[in-house]
């Protein structure tokens, strides 16, 4: 039972430096989301996909890139990475509308911190 | 826009004390509720959900009950253990106002002592 899968879990750049976040969800959802968590801010989103070829902007997305090239993997990008890109990351993926109360289902998150 | 608004942690306990977490929120539409737990080094796992008015959740002895006069949320659970030392963040998402991305509240954390 993977669920949502996330790799690197841990990861240290230098400023400037560009790496890839990967997400994979073995549940054949369509909604897939990265979120980032910063101490006493909660999770904010950064982009998310509404099925496999498609993304759109979320709550804080300067900086980042994403793909959503095949239904069960979405990857997050930081071409240059900056101090205030460090934070945990998190892929989550839900079968449909979170409003409509459906379930999301989280990764166990990327630790990654920019030097 | 929406938001959602919790209390401040931490929250220390003792184990079988009666826990309560307030959580208010503001929206345009009209909200799904959620209240989502992360243990120590994990991701976020869903505690419980309501997704109407008056509805009650409930999981693993929380409860939590949607107030729309109150705009409220509370999470709350009569006897708590050691293991029930988290963080634990309210959330919306609201059919209104977008498709139904999650609005967070900064987590509350508790640490239940022996």
């Known amino acids: 039972n993977a669920g949502v899968t996330q790799t690197p879990k841990f990861r240290v750049l230098k400023t400037g430096q560009s790496m890839t976040l990967l997400c994979a969800q073995d549940?054949?959802?369509?909604?897939m989301y990265w979120y980032r968590q910063d101490p006493g801010m909660g999770l904010r989103l950064i982009h998310y996909s509404v099925g496999e070829g498609t993304t759109a902007k979320g709550e804080v997305p300067d900086g980042y890139n994403v793909s959503r090239l095949k239904k069960q993997n979405f990857l997050l990008g930081l071409e240059s990475a900056a101090p205030s890109q460090t934070s945990v990351y998190f892929c989550?993926?839900?079968?449909?509308?979170?409003?409509?109360?459906?379930?999301?289902?989280f990764g166990e998150g990327s630790w990654l911190t920019v030097v | 826009g929406d938001s959602v608004t919790q209390m401040e942690g931490p929250v220390t306990l003792s184990e079988e004390a009666f826990l309560t977490i307030n959580c208010t929120y503001t929206?345009?539409?009209?909200?799904?509720l959620f209240w989502y737990v992360q243990y120590p080094g994990e991701g976020l796992q869903l505690l419980l959900k309501a997704t109407k008015a008056d509805d009650k959740g409930s999981n693993k002895g929380f409860e939590a009950t949607y107030r729309k006069e109150t705009t409220s949320f509370h999470l709350e659970k009569g006897s708590v253990q050691v293991s029930d030392s988290a963080v634990y963040f309210c959330?919306?998402?609201?059919?209104?106002?977008?498709?139904?991305?999650?609005?967070f509240g900064a987590g509350t954390q508790v640490v239940v002592t022996p």
């Open positions: 929206a345009t539409g009209y909200p799904s």
């Open positions: 989550a993926s839900s079968p449909g509308l979170l409003s409509s109360g459906n379930t999301i289902y």
């Open positions: 549940m054949n959802h369509e909604y």
């Open positions: 959330a919306l998402s609201d059919r209104v106002d977008s498709w139904g991305k999650l609005q």
